[in-house]
């Protein structure tokens, strides 16, 4: 209803979500060729309203504002007024455009070379810290839940076993398996046991266990961390004055380096075991022939290599698994980068920490 230059918006009736919503587009056409100066609401009509008369009004209040057109809302019911003034309160956010400009490669590697800086900077701080720990640890003043502490070392250890076990046997058998097929040519099948002994005590024992660990301990530990960091449980540690490294990182790294030697030594069985499968069953060898070659091929410097590799894995697991579950984000999808960075991270750094072993062992004669 028009009288002058103000118009009166009549709402009457039930406004449902379930019926059409009234449109705008009369009043929109009304403004426009009309020399309106305001717009009045009376909605002494309205039977019942939901959220549909919101949009209504909320688009015909945009339009007022376009033209610079007065609204009244003293006509309509205190609800709907309130729920307006909410909404103009927080308005809807704009979603940000993504670009599709691509920086330009100077600035990707400075960005990159930027990164990998602070990274090294924070792995380096965060390995510090873990020194002070452990010299808080020798000094005995560390403080961490033994409870708890037993647990890591079940779960690092005892629950471990299935997964190493089928691994470990599977790779003996696919090593004596190859080596079979290349030594029968030559009628050497006997030196299965030593390929598959010195490979598997002196590398892939420990390698293989670390890889393990590496995806189920390393990632276990990133995760739980980062979760705790989510739930700002690690700051309620620190306001209560305990240090999240000596609380929750230093027992982790205990067990971890306390049960891998133990995982390695019953891989290297399981391996032996794989190969001597495949000597009994493909090579038709006697037990006892393949047990005295695979004594006589390993030496106990070979073992306790291996079995040194396989501490050092275990402390860059720990390492790695903790360093992202401490630097994951405050959010539940920053868990799961968490724990793919610390397995990524785990098997980069045991990689490269075999071939330093290996060249160090090569050294120094062993």
Not at 126 to 136: D, R
Not at 175 to 203: C, H, N, S, W
Not at 331 to 354: D, K, N, P, Q, R
Request: aromatic share 8%.
């Amino acid at each position: 209803m028009t009288a002058g230059d103000a118009t009166v918006v009549q709402l009457s009736g039930g406004w449902r979500l379930q019926k059409s919503i009234a449109s705008a587009n009369k009043l929109e056409q009304a403004l426009a060729t009309s020399q309106i100066r305001s717009v009045r609401f009376d909605g002494q009509a309205l039977s019942s309203w939901d959220s549909s008369i919101l949009i209504f009004l909320t688009k015909v209040t945009a339009l007022c504002r376009q033209q610079n057109i007065a609204t009244d809302r003293a006509g309509l019911p205190e609800g709907i007024r309130r729920l307006l003034e909410l909404a103009e309160v927080a308005p809807e956010q704009k979603v940000a455009k993504e670009t599709t400009d691509r920086p330009a490669f100077l600035t990707r590697v400075g960005s990159t070379a930027s990164e990998a800086y602070m990274s090294l900077s924070d792995m380096l701080h965060f390995l510090g810290e873990v020194t002070l720990a452990f010299v808080q640890l020798l000094k005995t003043h560390a403080r961490f839940q033994k409870t708890e502490f037993s647990l890591i070392i079940q779960e690092c250890g005892p629950q471990a076993l299935p997964i190493v076990t089928l691994i470990s046997f599977l790779v003996g058998v696919i090593m004596a398996f190859v080596g079979a097929i290349q030594l029968q040519q030559f009628g050497a099948q006997i030196y299965v046991a030593d390929l598959v002994g010195i490979v598997v005590v002196r590398e892939m024992g420990a390698m293989m266990t670390g890889i393990i660990m590496a995806g189920r301990t390393g990632a276990a530990f990133a995760a739980k961390l980062g979760t705790m960091k989510v739930t700002q449980e690690i700051d309620a540690l620190t306001t209560l004055g305990l240090s999240p490294l000596e609380f929750l990182v230093l027992p982790r790294m205990i067990a971890l380096c306390m049960m891998m030697p133990l995982l390695c030594l019953y891989s290297d069985l399981m391996g032996v075991l794989g190969g001597a499968a495949v000597g009994l069953w493909m090579l038709d060898l006697s037990w006892t022939t393949y047990y005295h070659q695979t004594v006589n091929a390993i030496t106990l410097t070979a073992l306790f290599g291996g079995v040194f590799k396989s501490v050092i894995y275990g402390v860059l697991i720990a390492l790695a698994g903790c360093l992202r579950g401490m630097q994951c984000g405050a959010s539940a999808s920053a868990v799961g980068e968490a724990a793919t960075s610390a397995v990524v991270t785990s098997i980069v750094f045991i990689v490269m920490a075999c071939g330093v072993l290996a060249v160090v062992f090569h050294v120094i004669g062993i």
